[in-house]
């Protein structure tokens, strides 16, 4: 990068960390450490969460999907938009989390179950989170050594010293530095800061890469240029797709309706002035994420145009190429071999692909297949040599993206892109440390020690936490090889947690017969299908397939397999492979999703003995006191007292104002009017009497995936700008003149009614 690139990436980042020091001033107590004193607005906490979950690892992840399944799988993906929208706009779990008081999930659990239930689901879920999250720091190191081109070892004072370990260690201690000053408080204010610094850079990168890319000259003939039933346009030309197909999008509908609620904790989901507030901010979700969304479809897009059109051959050689020689210095240990893989590597010459002419490509025969040949060779085929295969080939799909961003973008624009890179990494990576270290001492250090602590020594604990947690990352992510694709490696470690708790929180807030017995049975359904499927997938290659193949098994057991899975084909296909275990992180999760509800229902009706006091939990009825108004649930009469039954289907209530009304029917109409009913359902309805050519399907993209986003990218941005400045000085203004309550720690103090 050049002098003016650094300067762009380092003033901005010594401003935010600046911020994040000075968050400090606002803590008196564990209630502002915690949830940032509950005086959140929604504006602050819609543009605070937004820098939470856009990410480097994120960024990377589209761009796997889409170079391994086009825009046709997204198209599915649809029917979740009108699922996620309307679970905002009615609350779900979210208010009537926000209704028990409780500032931690775990303080929810020990209120809804027993203390054990606690501290067993805090370290499930802790383990869980951790694991998943253990591998977003080596994700993002190794983006910047690559695009910033770094060297993989630096020498000093004759040592010599990974790079690779170096910038994870930078890393971490920048997001631990600002969470250690404020917490919550500093998470909200850089979180802010850090989207509002994003969002022009967004719409900077949208323009380039869309002036400079022709979407009809170069990006839809890749997209078109592909074999039957792998289609990378047409939806209903996608069942020999592998990983990422229509089964795919079935279990993460399903995820997202069981397990809404299950990362529920402190932070920004407890920061809100009141539950309702708190409530609009998950509505606002909708229009908040701008450019971003538009600038991470871009660059997933114009990734694959890159690497497989003719125009780019010379440079999609080089990519590969140098790509390839610079994983060998992490995966081939032996200099000899690989001076060998590299070499296997460069004599492969440039492939002219001509679109129209050559025979489309498929998922087994690609403009990679050669690469992935000469560097399965290389390595061997031993067991040995299947499993750094398996991590060479991980690592080349999820780094081509810094690899080929560097000789793409022109000096500034790398800077602004590092900058923009380096302000979503410290935001992920600060939030995920900060919420484990809340859940284990909120969860379980403190209900296992049994007495009050004083607000310092509180703060001491947690601080603490959050560099043990930090360390903890750190090992993970230098010592740890990740050998799926990131939705998928996440899918399967989350799924620990996520394949039991969904019915637990669901079943806690909503039902009366849920008891202590059913939740544990659920989460240990959760842990046995899940913990087992990561143990199968990561000692496949290199011992369980070779031990399978010693003792004879691995025939019958694949020939079993591809009969269970028969009738699901082609979206399920459960087939040997020497070097991937046959059966999916999304097949894994389903099952254990599944399981985990049908045990849930199972043992909480074998084993209730009185309904569970659900009006007490959640402050209403007899039970309702004067604390801010907002704890009383709307009850069904006073629902239907509304204008219309209408409205109330979609979450309006009460204490809705004009301008939440406003809001609400307009998201209401975004999600399900037009992105559900006139984009999925008529489109659908339309393909069932006359299917579309594939000319139709990039003009629906070109319309649904960038023209109306970018209109309400151009709204949006002004609105939530302006929105979240205003909230956050209100914000401020609430903490200085905030009353700590000692006492709100997030401790139980009265059991309440129990099964």
Known sequence: MSLADWVIVIV???????VGYRSKNYIRGIADFLSCGRVCGRYVISVADVA?????????????VLYKSGLAYGFWTNVMIPISMLL??????????????????????ELRYNRAMRIFAALLRTFSETLCNMIVPAISARFFIYLLDLPYHIEVCGLKISTFGLVIFLVLALAIFIIWCGGTVALVITGAVQTLISYPIFAVFVVYLLTNYSWNGEIVPVLMDRAPQESFLDPYDLQSLRDFNIFASVVIILNMVLNYGSWIGSGLTTAGKTAHEQ??????????????????????????????????SGVAREIRTDLSAKIAEEVVNSPQQREKFVAAIRDIPEQKHVIGTDRPLSDARNLDTVYMDAAHDALGHSPEGNARFQQYRTLYYQLMLPETLKKMLPAGLIGLFALLMLMLMLSTDDSRIFS??????????????????STRGHLRLLRIMIVVIGIVFFCGSFFMAQLDYINLFCIITTSIWLGGAGPVIVGGLYTRFGTTAGAFTSLFTGIVVSGGGILAQRNWAESVYPWLDKVGWAEPLGRCMETVSAPFAPYIVWRMDPVKFPINSNELFFISMVLGVLGYVVVSLLTLRKPFNLDKMLHRGKYADAQSGDAVAVSLREKFRLKSLFATFIGIDSEYTKWDKVIAWSVFVYSFVYSFLICFVGVVIWNAFSRWPLEYWSVYFLIVNLIVPCFIAVISTVWFSIGGVVDLRRMFRDLKARKDNPLDNGEVRDDGDKE
Request: aromatic share 14%.
């Open 88 to 109: 905002g706009l009615l609350g779900y779990c979210g208010f009537r989390f926000r209704q028990t008081r409780a500032m931690s999930l775990g303080q929810f659990l």
């Open 52 to 64: 939470n979950m856009l990410a480097v690892v994120t960024l990377v992840a589209q761009v796997e």
């Open 279 to 312: 409530k609009m901010a998950g509505v606002l979700g909708s229009f908040r994420n701008g450019f971003s969304v538009v600038f991470y479809f871009v660059i997933a897009a114009i990734i694959l145009t890159v690497l497989n059109h003719r125009n780019f």
């Open 12 to 18: 901005p980042t010594i401003f935010v960390l600046w």
């Open 436 to 453: 484990g270290a809340v859940t284990t001492i909120q969860d379980v250090v403190l209900p296992i020690y049994g007495k009050s602590i």
